[in-house]
């Protein structure tokens, strides 16, 4: 039994030729589902597989990739992302945002507004934005064909009717380029602005769905409304605790038995650059910034 | 400061060192080798094998242990590595008929050319545990039988001789392959039985014996099961000719199912067909019951089980998919989660301010 010897990237070139035909289409057609023979990943199914595999086919040895996950670079499985390319490809790797070429992304839009430069890479586990209200395949393809989206609107309707809000919170549907209605993945509403007339192209995977689609830059993309129920991105009214910021997403941290609550930044990133332009919160001095603590938060 | 903002590398590096020190346990004990779970946990090898979509009894041995016993993880370890392996072509059809048999039994006839052969099974053993097994075991040697030269007609091909069963002709053109091209429906039956074959054992079990019970029933008989040694041969361009690749083990069941006919076409039994590596006759039999059920619409039939949901059925028998979406749950989810909870107490503040004798409590509006 010889030890297996993988290509650059780790998938072999004709499939990322596969994959980037598949690429190709997608951006050709702004929200379309496009199917493509998704691999085996070393990593399971859900956990990123998809976007893995964009990203693979996508990356050359120049590029420099940031890996997220709920913003941070430095949640699990975003370090396991990471190191698989560090292994495979032998890419630099970053956690600045301003610095990467490729971000790989999982359940975020960097607060910090991307570039001509830059390709955002979602990992998507639903890609289908109907599957809620319809699981069948064969009948959702057809209402993307025909634009079919009465349900859709139905749905969001209805939510009013029953709650007085949208009450879809993340995952929020949008319309791409006038025409597909896409999931932009789980991603917190709050985000939803960001993916339209973005500089960065912006590239959808979903690996055990074999689905990829794609935003290219600069296109319009529109969260799902009504004139009287306009789209409101939500956002936690409080600061960032350590960088004082007011107007990036926040996390909830509990912080003891009696349920008290501190607010920080999500993109840590974004959060570490204010800490170290001089911004503080109320319980993040200067100093905060480098005294991270060492804590396994596996 | 209470924010755990790094760390994770670390801990994952000390995650998977413990998770080396465990799968070797108790250092006293002597560690199990490749060699010893080939022969001595064999089917859980043929079960990797199957549903790995990989035949090597050495690497599914490796991937068994290195998962610690865990199958669908070995599964899923053979599965990640097959791959990255090149994809040269398909093989010529398998002659199950030319089968070094094993074992064949047929439930549908009492005698038939060939005979009946038992093999090594389960069946008729009783479950009592064998206490004898806790310590070295001395085993006698079985008794053998010279091999009957020859091939033996399945059960089907006897059957079809007679125009008592549905013609079984290869599809025109190339195989389909999950593996290289996305599946989509309505699939081929090549495709829906290499989506089997690859196919959780537990859920197509569960589906086989939902028809058992009357969600979507097609009478089924088993025609025969046979496992045994069958050659590979493959189409070499350069050569001009099949050539030989070596033998798998693999278990076959055909599947004599309830007659179907119409206004120009006298009635007849119809197929469902299961084919594993190895040996594993409940994968094999309850594959041969879910084909079956899959072709309800072909024949002709009322639809509307679970088994006879071709979407459903082929979308969710994937036990590696199945198990990293379950288990994607447990990555963090907390960016969406504060969304939600941000709705929630929106929600609740607006209910607890509403006056409590002019407003109705929350209305299914769907209804």
Known sequence: MSAPVYNFAYLDEQTKRMIRRAILKAIAIPGYQVPFASREMPMPYGWGTGGVQITASILGPDDKLKVIDQGSDDTTNAVSIRKFFVKTAGVETTTKTNEATVIQTRHRIPEQALTEDQVLVYQVPIPEPLRFLEPRETETRRMHALSEYGLMHVKLYEDIARHGHIATTYAYPVEVGGRYVMDPSPIPKFDNPKLSDSPALQLFGAGREKRIYAIPPYTHVKSLDFEDHPFEPYRHDAQCELCGAMNSYLDEVITDDAGSRMFVCSDTDFCEDRRAAGHHGPQGGPAAAATKEESAHG | ?367
């Open chain 2, 1 to 367: 400061m209470y924010v755990a903002v790094k760390g994770g590398e670390r801990a994952i590096d000390n995650a998977h060192k413990l998770l080396a020190d465990a799968r070797r346990g108790d250092r006293d004990v002597p560690e199990v080798s490749l060699d010893q779970i080939d022969n001595q946990l064999a089917l859980a090898v043929d079960r990797v094998m199957s549903e790995g979509s990989l035949y090597d009894r050495e690497l599914a041995s490796l991937a068994i242990k290195q998962a610690r016993g865990d199958l669908i993880e070995a599964i899923f370890l053979l599965r990640a590595y097959r791959t990255t392996l090149p994809r040269f072509g398909a093989s010529e059809p398998l002659d199950t008929g030319a089968m070094d048999i094993r074992r064949r039994v047929s439930a549908t006839f009492k005698d038939l050319p060939g005979g009946q052969v038992l093999g090594p099974t389960f069946d008729y053993t009783h479950r009592l545990l064998d206490h004898t097994l806790a310590e070295q075991s001395d085993v006698e040697e079985p008794a053998t039988a010279p091999a009957e030269a020859g091939r033996f007609k399945s059960v089907a091909e006897l059957l079809a001789g007679g125009g008592l069963i549905e013609d079984d002709d290869p599809p025109a053109g190339d195989v389909g392959d999950l593996t290289r091209e996305p599946l989509s429906f309505p699939a081929k039956r090549d495709l829906r039985l290499q989506n089997l074959a690859r196919g959780d054992e537990g859920f197509l079990l569960a589906l086989g014996y939902s028809t058992q019970r009357g969600f979507g029933r097609t009478h089924p008989f088993a025609g025969e099961i046979r496992y045994g040694e069958v050659e590979v041969e493959f189409f070499a361009e350069d050569a001009g000719f099949a050539v030989p690749l070596g033998s798998i083990a693999v278990t076959e069941c055909q599947m004599v199912n309830q007659f179907t006919g119409s206004a120009n076409r006298a009635p007849c039994f119809t197929r469902g067909y299961g084919l594993v590596f190895g040996q594993s006759e409940r994968k094999a039999m309850a594959m041969a019951l879910v084909d079956r059920a899959l072709r309800a619409r072909e024949l002709g039939e009322e639809t509307g089980a679970p088994a006879q949901d071709e979407e459903f059925v082929l979308s969710h028998s994937d036990n590696v998919q199945a198990t990293g979406f379950v288990e994607h749950l447990k990555l963090p989810h907390y960016v969406d989660f504060q969304s939600e909870l941000g709705l929630l107490r929106k929600l609740q503040a607006e209910f607890h301010a509403r006056d409590a004798h002019t407003e109705t409590p929350i209305q299914d509006a769907a209804e």
